[in-house]
């Protein structure tokens, strides 16, 4: 005979299958828009004086937490910087992109990642010194 399934044994089942095909991705989106996008919006809200003026450390300190702590943000970062590279540095940035802008993009780029670094392995950031 055919085998019954319960109608918790189905759902659950849907609910496995569903999660693994739309968790990672809906979560890779997410870190992006957590580095790329909130952070932006943040920032340009408090120049324009719209959020308060701490809120960009607050969420700043936030995504410092979220890098230590939590493999898909640091994966957006990858992503986001990956991007913007594309975008700002040579050989494949537009010729528009004046050279100062590239410059002021690889020295903050570069700070970050640094920053990033003394994060993840705090130790290897001692022994630098």
Not at 101 to 119: F, W
Request: aromatic letters at 10%; glycine letters at 6%.
């Amino acid at each position: 005979g055919g085998q019954v399934v319960s109608v918790a044994g189905r759902v659950s089942r849907f609910m496995g299958e569903w999660s693994s095909k739309y968790y990672s991705p809906a979560l890779r989106e997410v870190g992006v828009w957590e580095v790329a996008v909130i952070g932006v919006w943040i920032v340009l809200g408090a120049v324009t004086l719209q959020t308060p003026l701490l809120a960009p450390l607050a969420y700043f300190q936030f995504l410092r937490m979220r890098y230590a702590l939590s493999a898909p943000t640091r994966a957006a970062f990858r992503r986001v910087r990956v991007f913007v590279d594309r975008l700002l540095t040579p050989p494949t940035a537009h010729s528009a992109v004046p050279a100062v802008v590239a410059d002021a993009y690889i020295k903050v780029r570069d700070t970050l990642v640094r920053m990033g670094s003394m994060i993840t392995d705090p130790a290897a950031h001692q022994q630098q010194r």
